[in-house]
């Protein structure tokens, strides 16, 4: 156990339904980020946020949204899922970059 | 885009050998980091050389850092099976505080 915990481990659903992924970062760490993994676009950084506000922005569809609550939870949201939104999504946190992340196990979604 | 470039995108060894894997990256950068991803899961922090760092070492880990070249390598000594696995750089940029990884090389130790 990282101190990362992601839900759900799996996920299932249709094109153009929504779905919400969840983080809890490991104790004391302030940041969490999050990543999109397929195997034809590698580790894609979606986005960060830091005690409770958006830090970063990587490639991240607009159909997708993010936000980190008071207790440092984070959840990401996609919707209006696609085909090609299948793809393992990870989330991590960090006290600072500095000093590496640890990453949770992964949420696997699958767009049928 | 991916900011690192590892070198081979495979490699397959046997039990005992060493395995070296190779980093490229583009931009000024604070740190280098080497990840593990055993199939499927979650992706597992092994070491990180800061840029002011050469050499770094760590159990049977060794890292090297060239900022002149603008690469780093990832050496496994005397490799066991439960070695197998991908393995990816992270650079920590100077201007931003998340990592970008690079494609990743699968490493198979044969046992």
């Known amino acids: 156990d990282s101190g990362v915990t992601q839900t759900p481990k799996h996920l299932i659903t249709a094109t153009g339904q929504r779905v919400t992924l969840r983080c809890s970062p490991r104790?004391?760490?302030?940041?969490v980020y999050w990543y999109q993994q397929s195997l034809d676009q590698g580790l894609q950084f979606l986005i960060q946020?830091?005690?409770?506000?958006?830090?970063a922005k990587g490639n991240i569809l607009e159909r997708f949204s993010a936000q980190q609550f008071p207790d440092l939870h984070s959840e990401l949201n996609l919707s209006s899922l696609e085909l090609g939104d299948s793809a393992l999504y990870f989330c991590?946190?960090?006290?600072?970059?500095?000093?590496?992340?640890?990453f949770g196990s992964g949420t696997r979604l699958t767009v049928v | 885009s991916q900011q690192g470039e590892e070198d081979p995108q495979a490699l397959s060894i046997q039990e005992g050998e060493n395995a070296t894997m190779n980093c490229s990256y583009k931009t000024s950068i604070n740190n280098l980091q080497w990840y593990r991803q055993n199939s499927g899961r979650g992706l597992v922090h092994l070491i990180l050389i800061r840029s002011n760092e050469r050499e770094k070492h760590s159990g049977r880990l060794r890292v090297t850092l060239d900022t002149s070249k603008k690469s780093s390598s990832l050496l496994i000594t005397a490799s066991r099976a439960a070695d197998t696995a991908s393995y990816f750089c992270?650079?920590?940029?100077?201007?931003?505080?998340?990592?970008?990884f690079g494609e990743g090389t699968q490493l198979t130790v044969n046992p």
């Open positions: 104790s004391g760490d302030l940041s």
């Open positions: 946020y830091y005690n409770g506000e958006e830090r």
């Open positions: 992270a650079t920590g940029e100077t201007s931003g505080s998340r990592l970008t």
């Open positions: 991590a946190s960090s006290v600072v970059p500095a000093y590496g992340y640890t």
